[in-house]
């Protein structure tokens, strides 16, 4: 009977769990302001910034390859192999990018930061492909299933870490995602992990577009903490860090809920029914923003909650207009490439992406010299406008031929 139920409210347990994993995100990123410091927390989201694109790039976005792989070409362990090699290359990737910013930009990272988020990245990317193959194979409660036991042992680790100690607290993302991996993923799986050179090179050859276009994505997303580090200074990238990490939330649901419509997506696309492609997308781009606002809303009332322990720099920005509407679009921006990636429209999606990049980088030469942190929001929320309207041009010239 319980199957039964998980089957028939799946959408809604699987937003459910997700919504809480924001929630503890949330918690750690407050967690870390707090009982550490904000300069802090600034550091290990530019550990997030650095490590976040090579991991892209390494792991290829499997996930969408394996959720439209409706033919099943390859086992879930075969894939899950392929990652495997995939993350640990990031991880040797990962360790040399921290020395180079290091010694480039003169900054000292604190080492509990740089392990934890490798370790947190590398079994994240593991479970995800997992995920994937619960798409395609119908089963979303299980993606939500994963996500819940992940939330909960996250939810153990903080309190253990409470009484630990606050240098605990990075690395509690990671093991709560190993537990949930060993303890439910790798566990009902039960799939053979023979992998080859000849397999491992198919794969990739399969999702090395994916893979370009998902890094220049992570890259641009991350652009932003780059170019404040380098002209505004550590405290100012810690501030910009704190707002821009209420985009994770928002971007793991999006991620989350548009998987369940990936299938779908590929199955209407060679089936030539392009106008209801159109209609599903129209549908992410509105819960995107959805999504979006409602992180909004958290972050503002969240802010206005705390207010003696926030920066003060924080509470100025919250009140702006800038702020909501930059939630609200890159969520959408992310929402667009999700779908083209599901129709695998890579090569399509590096277009707006390089261009808006150009127009980024050039509102960020005008605005931030007149507006400084304020300029740098204002030139993402302008790039992300730009790439919004440029895919959705793409995607509807696409599907009209």
């Not at 979303?140 to 240098?167: E, M, Q, W």
């Not at 501030?239 to 928002?250: C, R």
Request: glycine share 6%.
């Amino acid at each position: 009977m319980v199957n039964r139920y998980l089957k028939k409210y799946a959408p809604i347990y699987l937003v459910g769990a997700s919504a809480c994993n924001s929630f503890a995100m949330w918690l750690v990123a407050y967690l870390i302001t707090t009982q550490q410091s904000l300069s802090d927390f600034g550091t290990f989201s530019l550990c997030i910034a650095i490590s976040t694109p090579i991991y892209v790039l390494a792991r290829q976005d499997l996930k969408s390859i394996v959720c439209t792989d409706i033919g099943m070409e390859y086992s879930i362990g075969q894939y899950a192999a392929c990652r495997f090699i995939q993350s640990l290359l990031a991880v040797v990737l990962c360790v040399f990018a921290f020395y180079i910013y290091e010694k480039t930009f003169e900054t000292y990272i604190k080492p509990e930061f740089m392990y934890s988020v490798v370790l947190y990245k590398f079994f994240e990317s593991i479970s995800d492909v997992y995920h994937g193959d619960y798409i395609r194979k119908g089963m979303p409660s299980k993606v939500a299933t994963s996500l819940l036991i992940r939330f909960i042992a996250l939810l153990g680790c903080i309190s253990i870490s409470l009484f630990l100690g606050p240098s605990i607290l990075p690395y509690t993302l990671g093991i709560a995602s190993l537990i949930s991996l060993v303890s439910y993923d790798i566990r009902i799986s039960r799939s053979p992990y023979k992998i080859t050179y000849k397999i491992v090179s198919q794969i990739v050859k399969l999702s090395r577009y994916a893979g370009y276009t998902m890094f220049g994505l992570s890259l641009v997303g991350n652009l932003p903490r780059y170019i404040t580090d380098i002209f505004l200074g550590s405290e100012a990238v810690a501030t910009l860090s704190w707002i821009l990490f209420f985009l994770t939330p928002p971007n793991i649901l999006m991620s989350t809920v548009s998987s369940i419509y990936l299938p779908k997506i590929i199955k209407l696309y060679r089936n030539l029914k392009k106008e209801q492609v159109y209609i599903i997308y129209v549908k992410c781009v509105m819960m995107a923003f959805i999504f979006g606002l409602s992180s909004y809303v958290m972050l503002y009332i969240f802010v206005r909650s705390n207010i003696a322990s926030i920066n003060i720099e924080i509470s100025s920005l919250i009140d702006n207009i800038i702020l909501a509407l930059l939630l609200g679009v890159s969520t959408v921006q992310f929402a667009g490439g999700l779908v083209m990636g599901g129709m695998r429209m890579h090569k399509l999606l590096l277009i707006p992406l390089i261009t808006s990049s150009f127009m980024f980088l050039l509102f960020c030469a005008v605005l931030i010299p007149i507006f400084h942190l304020k300029g740098i929001l204002l030139s993402i929320l302008l790039g992300a406008f730009y790439r919004v309207v440029h895919t959705d041009s793409l995607l509807r010239r696409h599907l009209n031929k």
